[in-house]
Protein backbone atom coordinates (compact mmCIF):
# COMPACT_ATOMS: atom_id res chain seq x y z
CA UNK A 1 0.00 0.00 0.00
CA UNK A 2 2.70 2.53 0.18
CA UNK A 3 3.70 4.67 -2.57
CA UNK A 4 6.20 4.60 -5.16
CA UNK A 5 9.86 5.70 -3.38
CA UNK A 6 8.33 4.87 -0.03
CA UNK A 7 9.02 2.85 3.22
CA UNK A 8 7.86 0.24 4.50
CA UNK A 9 9.29 -0.34 8.47
CA UNK A 10 9.02 -3.25 10.10
CA UNK A 11 6.78 -3.09 13.26
CA UNK A 12 6.94 -6.65 14.83
CA UNK A 13 7.15 -10.50 13.99
CA UNK A 14 3.66 -10.99 12.85
CA UNK A 15 1.78 -13.99 13.70
CA UNK A 16 0.71 -16.74 10.71
CA UNK A 17 1.52 -20.43 9.79
CA UNK A 18 5.00 -19.90 9.28
CA UNK A 19 6.27 -17.59 11.96
CA UNK A 20 7.15 -14.86 10.00
CA UNK A 21 5.78 -11.14 9.56
CA UNK A 22 5.55 -11.39 5.57
CA UNK A 23 5.38 -14.81 3.72
CA UNK A 24 5.67 -13.63 -0.16
CA UNK A 25 6.20 -10.74 -1.31
CA UNK A 26 6.33 -9.27 -4.86
CA UNK A 27 7.57 -5.60 -5.73
CA UNK A 28 6.56 -3.60 -8.86
CA UNK A 29 7.64 -0.45 -7.74
CA UNK A 30 10.69 1.29 -6.43
CA UNK A 31 10.43 0.70 -2.19
CA UNK A 32 12.53 0.06 0.72
CA UNK A 33 12.14 -2.50 3.40
CA UNK A 34 14.30 -1.53 6.54
CA UNK A 35 13.38 -4.37 9.42
CA UNK A 36 16.02 -2.63 12.20
CA UNK A 37 15.47 -3.18 15.41
CA UNK A 38 13.09 -6.35 15.20
CA UNK A 39 12.97 -10.08 14.10
CA UNK A 40 11.17 -10.39 11.27
CA UNK A 41 11.59 -12.23 8.26
CA UNK A 42 10.24 -13.19 5.18
CA UNK A 43 9.54 -16.00 3.19
CA UNK A 44 10.64 -14.84 -0.16
CA UNK A 45 10.92 -11.51 -2.43
CA UNK A 46 10.19 -10.98 -6.23
CA UNK A 47 11.20 -7.93 -7.78
CA UNK A 48 9.55 -7.15 -11.01
CA UNK A 49 8.88 -3.91 -12.02
CA UNK A 50 10.44 -1.92 -15.07
CA UNK A 51 13.09 0.98 -14.10
CA UNK A 52 12.01 0.12 -10.39
CA UNK A 53 14.74 0.61 -7.22
CA UNK A 54 14.43 -1.61 -4.48
CA UNK A 55 16.00 -1.71 -1.11
CA UNK A 56 16.18 -5.05 1.30
CA UNK A 57 17.38 -3.78 4.79
CA UNK A 58 17.59 -5.97 7.82
CA UNK A 59 15.75 -8.83 7.00
CA UNK A 60 16.15 -12.51 7.34
CA UNK A 61 14.88 -14.29 4.15
CA UNK A 62 14.73 -17.94 4.75
CA UNK A 63 13.08 -20.93 3.26
CA UNK A 64 10.19 -22.43 5.05
CA UNK A 65 7.59 -24.93 4.39
CA UNK A 66 6.89 -25.52 1.14
CA UNK A 67 9.48 -24.31 -1.05
CA UNK A 68 7.50 -21.87 -3.03
CA UNK A 69 8.62 -19.29 -5.49
CA UNK A 70 11.19 -22.22 -7.48
CA UNK A 71 13.24 -22.35 -4.54
CA UNK A 72 14.80 -18.74 -4.82
CA UNK A 73 14.84 -16.30 -1.55
CA UNK A 74 15.55 -13.29 -3.83
CA UNK A 75 14.40 -13.36 -7.17
CA UNK A 76 15.27 -10.36 -9.89
CA UNK A 77 13.38 -10.00 -12.95
CA UNK A 78 13.37 -7.05 -13.67
CA UNK A 79 14.28 -3.69 -12.70
CA UNK A 80 16.92 -1.00 -12.66
CA UNK A 81 18.73 -1.98 -9.03
CA UNK A 82 18.33 -3.84 -6.28
CA UNK A 83 20.06 -3.27 -2.73
CA UNK A 84 20.67 -5.71 -0.50
CA UNK A 85 21.85 -4.29 2.87
CA UNK A 86 22.42 -5.96 5.96
CA UNK A 87 20.32 -9.09 5.29
CA UNK A 88 20.65 -13.02 6.25
CA UNK A 89 19.48 -15.37 3.21
CA UNK A 90 19.61 -18.78 3.51
CA UNK A 91 18.18 -22.24 3.65
CA UNK A 92 16.84 -21.86 -0.33
CA UNK A 93 18.30 -25.48 -0.93
CA UNK A 94 14.87 -26.73 -3.26
CA UNK A 95 13.65 -25.93 -6.65
CA UNK A 96 16.48 -23.54 -8.53
CA UNK A 97 17.79 -23.12 -5.22
CA UNK A 98 19.74 -19.95 -4.95
CA UNK A 99 19.83 -17.23 -2.30
CA UNK A 100 19.82 -13.93 -4.58
CA UNK A 101 18.95 -15.12 -8.49
CA UNK A 102 19.91 -11.97 -10.61
CA UNK A 103 17.95 -12.61 -13.96
CA UNK A 104 16.92 -9.41 -15.89
CA UNK A 105 15.70 -9.67 -19.04
CA UNK A 106 16.56 -6.72 -20.64
CA UNK A 107 18.48 -3.51 -20.16
CA UNK A 108 20.78 -2.53 -17.25
CA UNK A 109 20.31 -3.69 -13.84
CA UNK A 110 22.43 -3.04 -10.87
CA UNK A 111 22.69 -5.46 -8.00
CA UNK A 112 24.70 -4.19 -4.79
CA UNK A 113 25.09 -6.43 -1.48
CA UNK A 114 26.24 -5.24 1.49
CA UNK A 115 27.53 -6.20 5.05
CA UNK A 116 25.16 -9.41 4.61
CA UNK A 117 25.58 -13.25 5.03
CA UNK A 118 23.88 -15.88 2.02
CA UNK A 119 24.79 -19.15 3.17
CA UNK A 120 23.22 -22.48 2.67
CA UNK A 121 21.61 -22.55 -0.60
CA UNK A 122 21.14 -24.52 -3.38
CA UNK A 123 20.67 -27.64 -4.50
CA UNK A 124 23.11 -31.10 -5.41
CA UNK A 125 22.57 -30.01 -9.75
CA UNK A 126 22.98 -26.59 -8.73
CA UNK A 127 22.45 -23.16 -7.77
CA UNK A 128 24.28 -21.40 -4.76
CA UNK A 129 24.31 -18.01 -2.97
CA UNK A 130 24.48 -15.54 -6.10
CA UNK A 131 23.02 -16.67 -9.14
CA UNK A 132 23.38 -14.05 -12.02
CA UNK A 133 21.96 -14.94 -15.26
CA UNK A 134 20.74 -11.86 -17.20
CA UNK A 135 18.87 -13.02 -20.74
CA UNK A 136 17.87 -10.84 -23.33
CA UNK A 137 21.19 -9.01 -23.82
CA UNK A 138 20.35 -7.41 -20.30
CA UNK A 139 23.87 -5.47 -18.76
CA UNK A 140 24.02 -6.99 -15.13
CA UNK A 141 26.43 -4.59 -12.70
CA UNK A 142 27.19 -6.23 -9.47
CA UNK A 143 28.94 -5.31 -6.49
CA UNK A 144 29.41 -6.99 -3.46
CA UNK A 145 31.27 -5.24 -0.51
CA UNK A 146 31.69 -7.16 3.21
CA UNK A 147 29.68 -10.37 3.12
CA UNK A 148 30.07 -13.77 3.44
CA UNK A 149 28.54 -16.27 1.16
CA UNK A 150 29.32 -19.46 2.33
CA UNK A 151 28.43 -23.12 2.74
CA UNK A 152 26.15 -22.76 -0.56
CA UNK A 153 26.08 -25.42 -3.80
CA UNK A 154 28.21 -22.37 -5.75
CA UNK A 155 29.38 -19.51 -3.76
CA UNK A 156 29.31 -16.50 -6.33
CA UNK A 157 27.82 -17.86 -10.44
CA UNK A 158 27.98 -15.35 -13.07
CA UNK A 159 26.30 -16.43 -16.31
CA UNK A 160 27.06 -13.96 -19.67
CA UNK A 161 25.27 -16.41 -22.06
CA UNK A 162 22.43 -14.33 -22.45
CA UNK A 163 24.41 -10.77 -21.13
CA UNK A 164 27.21 -8.98 -19.88
CA UNK A 165 27.98 -9.61 -16.22
CA UNK A 166 30.46 -7.45 -14.51
CA UNK A 167 31.12 -8.18 -10.98
CA UNK A 168 32.70 -6.98 -7.88
CA UNK A 169 33.75 -8.18 -4.56
CA UNK A 170 35.81 -6.40 -2.55
CA UNK A 171 36.20 -7.45 1.61
CA UNK A 172 34.09 -9.93 1.36
CA UNK A 173 34.58 -13.98 1.88
CA UNK A 174 33.44 -16.91 0.07
CA UNK A 175 34.32 -20.00 1.76
CA UNK A 176 33.05 -23.72 2.29
CA UNK A 177 30.84 -24.06 -0.62
CA UNK A 178 30.19 -27.81 -2.11
CA UNK A 179 31.31 -26.82 -5.67
CA UNK A 180 33.28 -23.77 -6.37
CA UNK A 181 33.65 -20.38 -4.84
CA UNK A 182 33.56 -18.16 -7.95
CA UNK A 183 32.91 -18.81 -11.02
CA UNK A 184 32.52 -17.01 -13.99
CA UNK A 185 30.85 -18.86 -17.08
CA UNK A 186 29.69 -17.78 -20.30
CA UNK A 187 28.63 -19.03 -23.73
CA UNK A 188 27.71 -15.82 -25.24
CA UNK A 189 28.86 -12.61 -23.87
CA UNK A 190 31.28 -11.35 -21.31
CA UNK A 191 31.18 -12.79 -17.77
CA UNK A 192 33.88 -10.81 -15.82
CA UNK A 193 34.68 -10.84 -11.95
CA UNK A 194 37.00 -8.67 -10.08
CA UNK A 195 38.14 -9.70 -6.61
CA UNK A 196 39.58 -7.24 -4.28
CA UNK A 197 40.98 -8.32 -0.93
CA UNK A 198 38.76 -10.85 -0.34
CA UNK A 199 38.85 -14.76 0.06
CA UNK A 200 37.59 -18.26 -1.84
CA UNK A 201 38.96 -20.77 0.67
CA UNK A 202 38.06 -23.78 1.03
CA UNK A 203 35.49 -24.48 -1.49
CA UNK A 204 34.98 -28.44 -2.60
CA UNK A 205 35.31 -27.44 -6.69
CA UNK A 206 37.32 -24.68 -7.74
CA UNK A 207 38.29 -21.52 -5.85
CA UNK A 208 38.13 -19.63 -9.24
CA UNK A 209 36.62 -21.17 -12.21
CA UNK A 210 36.72 -19.18 -15.04
CA UNK A 211 34.74 -21.19 -17.89
CA UNK A 212 34.35 -19.76 -21.97
CA UNK A 213 35.73 -17.80 -24.25
CA UNK A 214 34.69 -14.39 -22.97
CA UNK A 215 35.31 -14.91 -19.02
CA UNK A 216 37.78 -13.44 -17.41
CA UNK A 217 38.49 -13.15 -13.45
CA UNK A 218 40.99 -10.49 -11.72
CA UNK A 219 42.49 -10.96 -8.59
CA UNK A 220 44.14 -8.55 -6.16
CA UNK A 221 45.15 -8.46 -2.57
CA UNK A 222 43.05 -12.21 -2.68
CA UNK A 223 43.34 -15.13 -0.79
CA UNK A 224 43.21 -18.28 -2.92
CA UNK A 225 43.79 -21.27 -0.56
CA UNK A 226 42.66 -24.70 1.03
CA UNK A 227 40.23 -25.31 -2.24
CA UNK A 228 39.93 -28.67 -4.07
CA UNK A 229 41.34 -26.63 -7.09
CA UNK A 230 42.66 -23.25 -6.72
CA UNK A 231 42.32 -22.15 -10.06
CA UNK A 232 40.61 -23.43 -12.99
CA UNK A 233 40.04 -22.49 -16.63
CA UNK A 234 38.56 -23.96 -19.26
CA UNK A 235 37.25 -23.21 -23.05
CA UNK A 236 39.21 -19.94 -23.48
CA UNK A 237 38.55 -18.71 -19.79
CA UNK A 238 41.00 -16.09 -18.02
CA UNK A 239 42.75 -15.68 -15.01
CA UNK A 240 44.19 -12.55 -14.17
CA UNK A 241 46.53 -11.97 -11.06
CA UNK A 242 47.81 -8.36 -10.20
CA UNK A 243 50.57 -10.02 -8.52
CA UNK A 244 49.37 -9.07 -4.79
CA UNK A 245 47.60 -12.36 -4.34
CA UNK A 246 47.97 -15.82 -2.09
CA UNK A 247 47.53 -18.52 -4.01
CA UNK A 248 48.46 -21.55 -1.95
CA UNK A 249 47.46 -24.40 0.37
CA UNK A 250 45.22 -25.54 -2.24
CA UNK A 251 44.56 -29.30 -2.83
CA UNK A 252 45.42 -29.06 -6.51
CA UNK A 253 46.78 -25.60 -7.76
CA UNK A 254 45.63 -25.75 -10.92
CA UNK A 255 46.59 -23.39 -13.86
CA UNK A 256 48.68 -20.53 -13.52
CA UNK A 257 47.06 -17.10 -13.50
CA UNK A 258 48.27 -14.52 -16.08
CA UNK A 259 49.85 -11.34 -14.12
CA UNK A 260 49.20 -8.01 -15.14
CA UNK A 261 50.40 -4.85 -13.78
CA UNK A 262 49.36 -2.27 -11.42
CA UNK A 263 47.67 1.25 -13.50
Known amino acids: ?3 PAGIVSCVDQGANSFGNS ?3 VTISKSITIDCAGTSAGTYYVTINGPGIVVTLRNLQINMVGSFGNNGLGVDFQNGAALFVEHCV ?31 NNGVAGGGGGIFIAPTGGATVRVAVDRTEIENNTNGIFANGTG ?17 NGVWAYTAGSTSSI ?4 SASVSNGGSGIDAQGNGTYVSLDSTTVAWNAIG ?4 SGGNILSYQTNKIAGNLSPGVTPISVGHQ
Do not use: C, Y
Request: hydrophobic fraction near 40%; proline fraction near 2%.
Open 231 to 234: LTTS
Open 194 to 197: VLDQ
Open 22 to 24: VIG
Open 1 to 3: MTN
Open 163 to 179: GTVLVEVKDSTVANNAT
Open 89 to 119: IEGWNAGLGAGIHFAPTSGTAELHVTDSVIK
